[in-house]
């Protein structure tokens, strides 16, 4: 800020902070931002207000003891978490897991990857001053958390998958409820599109509003919707096949625009693709185990550096891991998607309204205790 004052002293300027405590942070995030009237001129992410030391809990628990951290990340894509850390485990102590277990897992990431773009559009819209949207969105949202509940135990911080398999199989009243559930959300979507994505005031406040280039998404390392809304190609899931994604065929949307539309196109968009994952995995499901026949005890990797990355509903999740042989991670470091989509808010809302810059900072769709590890 005192640079900024020194370059014009006759600018009159001011210091808003936009949070810790503030409905349009989604979270204990503060924005320090130095106004000019209506218009930013400098915006600085604060972090750190619920940092809760992950990574070093990880270095100080067994690999399963850790398994429950995963799901208070990104709680509403903990599925996603679940998966990226026990694959890394997978390839670092070589377990093999049954096919039957690989579907089951693609099933119940891509049924949270859903749930979790309704809450986001709900939210979104709610941002922008629309209120009946966020009442469908969770309406719809209650049916997968009905359905994950009745596998999972769990209804949100989910802890479902186990160290060469998930903990419990489905059942037919599952995959009837699930197919019924992808039916209901078809016949919902075209009212979304009526009622939000084609409503003017929603154009209005979202089209070239907050442009990120490639460039900016390459410099600041963004992933997911953020960077396929900007024009960029990747996603993990075709771009660097895991699990068994490799075996169906889905789209990955990607919208050259890169303001807050194309955001928001991207994830509605991925919805559909989400639902013909789900589908062709319920059709091809094999059967047999959900777990190794030989029961995974003790976990002791051999040394080495190991790195396994997902995409969650918010970009690239990346484990790295580094093992001494014990049966404790010596080094654990997450990639978080959420903090490099943050990074680039800064530079991106520079000149830029407050109003249209709450709407860039809920295309982000940002969940702080992801960022704050």
Not at 227 to 239: E, L, M, P, Q, T
Request: with cysteine; hydrophobic share 40%.
């Amino acid at each position: 800020m005192n640079g900024l004052l020194q370059q014009d002293v006759n600018q009159e300027t001011f210091v808003l902070n936009l949070g810790p405590q503030h409905p349009a942070t989604h979270g204990v995030l503060r924005v320090k931002l130095v106004m000019d009237g209506e218009y930013i001129v400098e915006a600085e992410p604060v972090l750190g207000y619920i940092h809760r030391m992950h990574e070093k809990m990880g270095e100080n628990r067994t690999w399963a003891q850790f398994l429950p951290n995963c799901g208070r990340m990104d709680y509403l894509s903990a599925l996603s978490y679940n998966h990226g850390y026990v694959a890394a485990v997978e390839r670092a102590a070589g377990i093999e897991v049954p096919e039957r277990a690989e579907y089951l897992r693609v099933i119940t990431v891509e049924l949270n990857r859903i749930s979790s773009h309704l809450l986001w559009f709900g939210a979104f819209v709610l941002d922008l001053g629309g209120f009946t949207p966020l009442l469908y969105a969770f309406d719809d949202r209650e049916q997968i958390l009905d359905l994950l509940e009745s596998v999972t135990g769990s209804r949100l911080t989910y802890c479902y998958f186990r160290f060469g398999g998930v903990y419990n199989d489905i059942d037919d009243s599952f995959i009837t409820g699930t197919r019924e559930f992808i039916k209901r959300l078809r016949k919902r979507l075209p009212m979304y599109d009526a009622l939000v994505t084609k409503n003017i005031i929603l154009i209005k406040r979202l089209k070239d509003i907050g442009p990120i280039s490639r460039d900016m998404c390459r410099r600041y390392g963004a992933t997911g919707p953020v960077a396929r809304g900007s024009g960029i190609n990747f996603d993990v899931r075709k771009h660097e096949p895991y699990s068994v994604y490799s075996e169906f065929d889905f789209d990955i949307p990607v919208y050259e625009e890169g303001d807050s539309m194309a955001r928001y196109m991207v994830r509605m968009d991925e919805m559909e693709q989400s639902m013909r994952i789900i589908e062709q995995a319920l059709d091809k499901l094999p059967e047999g185990e959900i777990q190794p026949k030989k029961a995974v005890k003790l976990i002791k990797p051999e040394k080495g550096d190991y790195y396994h990355a997902v995409e969650a509903a918010r970009g690239s999740f990346g484990v790295r891991i580094v093992s001494d042989g014990s049966n404790s991670a010596y080094r654990l470091k997450l990639r978080s998607p959420t903090y490099s989509n943050l990074s680039l808010f800064g530079e991106a809302s520079r000149g830029m309204l407050l109003p249209d810059a709450l709407a860039l900072m809920g295309s982000l769709d940002l969940v702080i205790p992801e960022i704050d590890r």
